[in-house]
C-alpha cells in the first residue's frame, strides 16, 4: 500500500492563481480531510469527507474548495491563490465509525503564494 | 467546538532520562479520542499514542506513556529513557468521532533531547 500520496511536494504560485493540491489514499479509507500548518502552529482542519459526494467546512475553510467523487481521490482547490494561504497543507484519511480511529497522514504540500 | 492547549512551547532533556509533556483540552462531546503526534523536520505526522476516552486505564507504548485524567481533561505524555531520535515538536489532538474523525490540534511542543 502506497499510503496517503499527496503532489506536487512543493508548489510557488503568484497572487491571484488557481490550483488544485492532490490526495489520494489506497486503504479504502470512508473519511478524508485536509489541514493547513502555518509556522510554529498546529495543523487546522480546511474541509473534511465522510464519503463519496459528502463533504464539509473545517475550522478554516475560506477560499478552499473540495469535491469527492470517488472513495480514493480528495483534491483541494484554490480558487484565487492569496499571499496568507502560504503554508503546509497535509491531507489525511481515516476509517468510518468502525475499524482502527487513527488518522493517516501524507508527506505534506509546501506552499507559498508571492 | 473543542480547544487544545500545550503549555509548553520548548523543552529540553538529556539522552536517558525521562520528559513529560502537558496538554489540556476543552470539550462537551463524550465520544472522542486522544493522540500525540510527532513531527520530526522531515514534516511526516507520525501517531505516537492513542487514548480512548472510555477507558480508564492509561495507553502505553513502549517508552511512551500517557498520564489521562478525564475530569480534569489533561492528557500528558511521559517520555522515558529519552533517545537522540526522539528530538521533534510533539502535539496533542483531539478527534471527534461524531464529526468526520476530524483532528484539532494543539500548538505543539518542540523538545530537543541533548546527548
Known amino acids: 500500500n502506497a499510503g496517503v500520496t499527496q503532489t506536487p511536494k512543493f508548489q510557488v504560485l503568484k497572487t491571484g492563481q488557481s490550483m488544485t493540491l492532490q490526495c489520494a489514499q489506497d486503504m479504502n479509507h470512508e473519511y478524508m480531510s485536509w489541514y493547513r500548518q502555518d509556522p510554529g502552529m498546529g495543523l487546522r482542519l480546511i474541509h473534511y469527507s465522510v464519503g463519496a459526494g459528502i463533504t464539509d467546512q473545517g475550522e478554516v475553510p475560506n477560499g478552499y474548495n473540495v469535491s469527492r467523487s470517488t472513495t480514493e481521490d480528495f483534491p483541494l482547490r484554490l480558487l484565487s491563490a492569496a499571499p496568507s494561504q502560504t503554508s503546509v497543507y497535509f491531507c489525511?484519511?481515516?476509517?468510518?465509525?468502525?475499524?482502527?480511529?487513527?488518522?493517516?497522514f501524507g508527506p505534506g504540500t509546501r506552499l507559498t503564494v508571492l | 467546538a473543542q480547544t487544545v492547549t500545550q503549555s509548553q512551547p520548548e523543552m529540553s532533556v538529556q539522552e536517558a532520562e525521562t520528559v513529560t509533556l502537558s496538554c489540556t483540552y476543552d470539550?462537551?462531546?463524550?465520544?472522542?479520542?486522544l493522540f500525540w503526534y510527532k513531527q520530526p523536520p522531515s514534516r511526516q505526522m507520525i501517531l505516537v499514542i492513542r487514548?480512548?476516552?472510555?477507558?480508564?486505564q492509561n495507553a502505553t507504548e513502549n517508552r511512551f506513556s500517557v498520564n489521562f485524567q478525564k475530569a480534569a481533561k489533561s492528557f500528558s505524555l511521559k517520555i522515558s529513557d529519552s533517545q537522540l531520535g526522539d528530538t521533534a515538536m510533539y502535539f496533542c489532538a483531539f478527534m471527534n468521532r461524531n464529526a468526520g474523525n476530524m483532528l484539532t490540534f494543539g500548538g505543539g511542543t518542540r523538545l530537543m533531547v541533548k546527548p
Open positions: 470539550t462537551s462531546e463524550n465520544n472522542y479520542y
Open positions: 487514548q480512548e476516552a472510555y477507558k480508564q
Open positions: 489525511a484519511s481515516s476509517y468510518g465509525t468502525s475499524g482502527v480511529n487513527e488518522q493517516f
